[in-house]
């Protein structure tokens, strides 16, 4: 009878789990047609339409990507300095090396002499100088503190995080001691600092080739160095069904550095290039004005191409509803994989407050480098510029520094 009972009760909940695993499939479900006709609305209204639109699109198709491939900078670094895993660092430097190539592309249809003396409308290319290292260094060691760079946070939450939601608010306090400081590094690095498009200087071909033989180079020494896991994750389960196998497992690296790289790619030619920081930064520039903390003027911020967090003719901005679709994509992509798992952690005032400083230190370092690990260091490098390039030289040696105080026999 007790084993009757037993087996009673274990049919019970596997049915329960059953159950809520198709009633997540189908919100899932609602909310993608609803992101669809999101996307519709905004393209038939005036004052929004097309950019609007395909921000939602892209957005969310970037959450999806993400969530489904796990393509975290930070996370794929840790798992290679940690474990020895290069998977995650290879996708990386594949959605770099794509997203240059179609970039270039793009470049060579609307600038066909790239020695012509203007930049590309709307790149990632700014000044290169000392402040882009301190910003680096800042971001890298953010992201090691709060667990995550500021897409890592986004994605997070559409998976339930409630810890990124601390790394988020505490990346807007960050940006408000950005603007406080501005001003002086603009005074002591910025104002006299050169503009470097390695097409100006090399041609198309030139730069495009010494930006793939880095990235090459970087993909052989990280292979060579690590070792990938007997274990593997594939795309596509041979017992599964389609669209049912897009949702099990986790999808390989390479595939979602593939898939990154073409969003921005089709992103760019249609909208800007990808970044996640600007609406951030403009509430929080909002909020500091509001409250007369920051400056009257903030030199020459508005004039660097980057997250730029100026006041918009809308409240809701383009990167606002390209952010907030990030978000939906990601919740999208839990629910129908059954990985939306909304979660307090263990010691939860602890955890929340290692990831509001750590998000201080994301938000300052976005501030003054103008753009994150996808703006300035991702969409800077696919868009030749040298500042890409600076920053990742003090992004390491902060994430480094960070993944060491936290856990010093790991790191080492």
């Not at 390695?198 to 060579?224: C, E, H, R, T």
């Not at 939860?348 to 260091?377: D, M």
Request: aromatic residues 14%.
């Amino acid at each position: 009878m007790d084993i009757d009972l037993i087996e009673l009760s274990a049919l019970r909940i596997g049915n329960d789990s059953q159950n809520s695993g198709r009633i997540a499939k189908i919100l899932s479900g609602i909310l993608f047609f609803t992101i669809l006709i999101g996307a519709y609305f905004f393209h038939s209204q005036a004052g929004y339409g097309r950019e609007f639109s395909i921000s939602i699109l892209a957005g969310s198709a970037l959450g999806f990507v993400m969530q489904r491939s796990r393509f975290c900078f930070f996370c794929n670094f840790r798992d290679y300095y940690q474990s020895g895993d290069p998977r995650g660092v290879l996708g990386i430097l594949a959605a770099i090396a794509i997203s240059t190539i179609g970039t270039f592309a793009i470049f060579d249809a609307w600038i066909p002499s790239p020695n012509a003396g203007y930049l590309p409308p709307n790149a990632f290319i700014g000044p290169v100088h000392f402040h882009l290292i301190l910003g680096g260094l800042s971001f890298g060691f953010g992201m090691a503190i709060s667990g995550s760079c500021i897409s890592g946070h986004l994605y997070r939450i559409g998976e339930g995080s409630f810890g990124s939601i601390s790394a988020l608010i505490g990346a807007g306090f960050g940006f408000i001691l950005g603007f406080l400081s501005w001003n002086s590094l603009y005074s002591l690095w910025v104002a006299e600092a050169s503009v470097v498009w390695l097409p100006s200087n090399l041609g198309y071909a030139g730069s495009l080739g010494l930006i793939l033989l880095v990235l090459l180079s970087a993909a052989f020494w990280v292979s060579k160095r690590g070792a990938i896991p007997e274990e593997s994750m594939y795309l596509i389960n041979p017992k599964s069904r389609f669209p049912a196998s897009i949702f099990e497992g986790r999808w390989p690296s390479w595939f979602g550095g593939v898939l990154v790289g073409l969003i921005s790619i089709l992103y760019y030619l249609r909208v800007r290039p990808i970044g996640v920081t600007s609406e951030l930064g403009r509430i929080a520039r909002s909020f500091g004005n509001q409250f007369a903390i920051l400056p009257e003027r903030l030199y020459g911020l508005d004039t660097i191409a980057g997250c730029a967090t100026k006041q918009e003719a809308h409240s809701l901005t383009i990167n606002g509803i390209f952010v907030l679709s990030l978000v939906a994509g990601s919740f999208v992509s839990s629910l129908a994989s059954d990985q939306f798992k909304p979660s307090v952690p263990q010691l939860p005032w602890l955890k929340s407050s290692f990831a509001f400083v750590g998000g201080i230190f994301l938000g300052w370092g976005a501030c003054v480098s103008v753009g994150c690990t996808f703006g300035t260091f991702f969409s800077g490098i696919s868009a030749g510029s040298l500042s890409g390039f600076v920053f990742a030289i003090g992004l390491i040696p902060g994430t480094l520094f960070g993944s060491y105080l936290l856990n010093p026999k790991a790191s080492s």
